[in-house]
Nanobody
């Protein structure tokens, strides 16, 4: 079973950037499709981005497409989320997740078996 630990969250002004990292242990992250999700106060957890096990394919929520970039370094067992042009509505707890569904990209929370503890991102106007 894989364990996931997110880092890199913090507070930033609108228009700024942050880079989140998700370090995996226990099993190679290359065994999984990886995703980032976020949850704002009072809202359901929502999909942000996903990346294939090989890194060859990615998919983004419309709200972040063009501003966020998901990437992975399987040799380092780490997945990243580069967030640029941040907006106040990006404020949320961001979660890294791993799915054993590897033949396609995965956007639904129920298909991710493993989750990190989350990291807070706060964007002020």
């Amino acid at each position: 079973q894989v364990q996931l630990v997110e880092s890199g969250g913090g507070s930033v002004q609108a228009g700024g950037s942050l880079r989140l990292s998700c370090a995996a242990s226990g099993r190679p992250v290359s065994s999984y499709t990886m995703g980032w999700f976020r949850q704002a106060p009072g809202k359901e957890r929502e999909f942000v981005a996903t990346i294939a096990w090989s890194g060859s394919s990615t998919y983004y929520a419309d709200s972040v497409n063009g501003r966020f970039t998901i990437s992975r370094d399987n040799a380092e067992n780490t997945v990243y989320l580069q967030m640029n042009s941040l907006k106040p509505e990006d404020t949320a707890v961001y979660y890294c997740a791993a799915s054993s569904v590897v033949h396609t990209l995965v956007v639904v929370t129920t298909l991710y078996e493993h989750w990190g503890q989350g990291t807070q991102v706060t964007v002020s106007s």
